[in-house]
């Protein structure tokens, strides 16, 4: 059974920083790229970052230079490092993991975690 587990959100001021976690059960052998994404009220969820097993990020275009995401495969956790948080970037965050399982390959989600960015 793989679930993933998100941990790390909050209520933050504008200008602020907050780390997320997600860390994977399961068979973490078998992980391949994993995600971040935001869903805002009203809003459809959106990509925020990804990084493959080797390491190659990919941000949105409204958090490069103030987001890094990073994992580490032996334990299998994904990071996602928050600076200069904008109260627009208040949304639930979810983590995903996209996980080979024979000739396929699945997509797994965590529960979320809120982030609020307010004064």
């Known amino acids: 059974q793989v679930q993933l587990v998100e941990s790390g959100g909050g209520l933050v001021q504008p200008g602020g920083s907050l780390r997320l976690s997600c860390a994977v059960s399961g068979s973490i052998f078998s992980l391949n790229t994993m995600g971040w994404y935001r869903q805002a009220p009203g809003k459809e969820r959106e990509l925020v970052a990804t990084i493959t097993r080797g390491g190659t990020t990919n941000y949105a275009d409204s958090v490069k230079g103030r987001f890094t995401i990073s994992r580490d495969n032996a334990r299998g956790r994904v990071y996602l490092q928050m600076n200069s948080l904008k109260p627009e970037d208040t949304a639930v965050y979810y983590c995903?993991?996209?996980?080979?399982?024979?000739?396929?390959?699945?997509?797994?989600w965590g529960q979320g975690t809120q982030v609020t960015v307010s004064s």
């Open positions: 995903n993991a996209d996980m080979i399982s024979g000739l396929s390959m699945v997509r797994y």
